[in-house]
């Protein structure tokens, strides 16, 4: 029978719940137990595939084409086995509509439909799905205890522990036990009402995980346990780490894996975290470094790009350097010469993915600079569409060469393709989720993967224009991976040029600390 962690959050949000969630289902694997993890969003939002990534971070996108949130990138970053896919990620909003559809359909037989037990009930059945065929399923809610839109999620989670018993449920919380530097001091207080909260809707939490910038005096921990009816060894502390991959060593020293195996009943070896000991070895001794300059539209949040960010730190750890990102704003470029500067100073260049016009221009200039000066280049899905355009407009000629997503130009060398070639788009007209594509012999890309058929990522609804094939190619661009029939162009580069790949998919989505993905791993070292 699958065991439950529930995760919930108090205090403040972006106490990073889902990294503690991810690095506790981390330990865990490392004892050999099978864990998986689920994210319960309580925004109204069907999927957050509609949201900015100025609202939201990052989208990330699942195998089977799920349009989820940025913390199932970190579940599958933390996770060797567990494997992501749409049940592993659920909102209010997916909830309340499925069950609005079932009263339509007449399911409810005539009753009257409410949250306490129709909405709940529709919450227990998706995360008991979520764990199916695992050993343990960790259960991350999100937002913060005492928010009004958590509230169905939360009475859902007391019933499950109800229904459960204590040897198959448990309730972890995370709140922030802030430095007050004037008094020199840290502060449970916060912890203390955060308990409390939650106890007024019927939660006890079993393990506290208490995030600090210092280190909590063991005075204070046991102060914790008493006010909040947590067994002290169950108050864990997890202050500011260097880098995210110790967090799991972090919680390993204070015995919190045994708590839960000893809690479930499960014997299990001791957890080997050999592997994420190299990782924050190698991430944090490291001398030399090397600048990417990242030429996106979403600049000042980091977190909508947060993949990429972790590749290219993945990345860094194989080719035993630290990888700077500069990140430089394309729209900003478009008018200030001066912020080519940082380009010329750069190792290499990326450009991201992206909707919408705004930061073309500036892009386009960065893509050019780093074709015509041999600066290493990785573009992604966007990335790839203009580093396309660049190269139509500059080197073919084609002066109003453009996507069609942006004008109605007579030279759309990126373009809707769904009337020449049927690919099964899983979502609508977005071309989401895994496709096979089969890469050229004799490329930068071929020597990374080192294979002729690779599986990766897609989101995005346009594509290369194979109208535009014969023209494109004949001027030196090259196409260096396609759908296994051909019919869609997947990778291109630039021949001659020592390091230029641009992709249609995503492939920061399958980079992992322990196991970097070729491309990026091949791009920093060419930086
Ligand atoms: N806007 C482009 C498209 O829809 C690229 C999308 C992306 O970069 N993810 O095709």
Redesign the pocket.
């Known amino acids: 029978m699958t065991k439950f962690i529930f995760v919930t959050g108090g205090v403040v949000s972006s106490l990073g719940k889902g990294i503690t969630a991810a690095s506790v289902a981390a330990i865990l694997e490392a004892r050999g137990v099978k864990v998986t993890m689920t994210k319960l969003d309580p925004y109204i939002n069907i999927d957050p595939g509609t949201m900015s990534p100025f609202q939201h971070g990052e989208v990330f996108v699942t195998e089977d084409g799920a349009e989820t949130d940025l913390d199932l990138g970190y579940y599958e970053r933390f996770l060797r086995h567990a494997k992501m896919t749409k049940n592993n990620n659920f909102t209010s909003g997916r909830i309340y509509s499925n069950v609005i559809e079932k009263e339509r359909r007449g399911d409810y037989l005539g009753g009257t439909v409410q949250v306490i037990p129709h909405i709940t009930d529709e919450i227990k059945a998706r995360i008991r799905a979520s764990g199916d065929g695992y050993d343990i399923a960790m259960i991350e809610i999100g937002g913060t205890v005492g928010d009004i839109e958590s509230l169905p999620f939360m009475e859902a989670v007391r019933q499950m522990q109800v229904e459960l018993g204590r040897s198959n449920a448990m309730l972890m919380h995370l709140t922030l036990v802030p430095y007050i530097s004037s008094a020199g001091e840290t502060k449970t207080k916060p912890t203390q009402h955060s308990v409390k909260e939650l106890r007024s809707i019927g939660l006890q939490p079993d393990v506290l995980i208490c995030r600090s910038e210092h280190t909590i005096s063991e005075d204070n921990r046991q102060k914790i346990a008493l006010f909040t009816n947590v067994e002290a060894r169950a108050v864990i502390l997890c202050p500011d780490a260097q880098t995210i991959y110790q967090i799991p060593s972090i919680l390993h020293a204070q015995h919190l894996d045994d708590l839960i195996c000893e809690r479930f009943g499960i014997s299990a070896p001791e957890a080997d975290l050999s592997d994420w000991d190299s990782v924050t070895d190698g991430l944090l001794n490291t001398e030399d470094s090397v600048t990417v300059a990242m030429v996106g539209k979403y600049v000042e949040l980091p977190d909508a790009y947060k993949s990429i960010n972790e590749a290219l730190l993945h990345a860094g750890i194989n080719n035993a350097v630290k990888v700077k990102i500069d990140y430089i704003d394309a729209e900003k470029l478009e008018t200030d010469s001066r912020l080519m500067e940082p380009l010329k100073h750069a190792d290499a260049i990326l450009v991201p993915?992206?909707?919408g016009e705004r930061g073309t221009q500036g892009k386009m200039l960065a893509i050019r600079y780093a074709r015509e000066n041999n600066k290493p280049y990785l573009g992604i899905?966007?990335g790839m569409?203009l580093a396309v355009i660049e190269f139509a407009r500059n080197v073919c000629n084609l002066t109003d060469a453009h996507s069609s997503?942006f004008s109605d130009t007579l030279n759309p060398v990126i373009d809707l393709m769904s009337d020449q070639v049927d690919v099964e788009a899983k979502g609508g007209t977005m071309r989401l989720g895994q496709y096979p594509c089969k890469v050229s012999p004799t490329t930068n890309t071929h020597a990374a993967y080192k294979a002729e058929l690779i599986h990766e990522r897609h989101?995005?609804?346009?594509e290369f224009n194979n109208k535009y094939r014969e023209q494109l190619t004949a001027a030196g661009l090259v196409i260096a991976g396609t759908l296994p029939d051909g019919s869609l162009v997947e990778i291109v580069e630039v021949k001659d040029h020592p390091w230029f790949v641009a992709t249609q998919f995503h492939p920061e989505l399958k980079s992992r600390p322990t196991n970097p993905h070729p491309l990026f791993r091949d791009f920093v070292t060419a930086a």
């Open positions: 993915g992206g909707f899905c966007l569409q997503e989101r995005h609804r346009f």
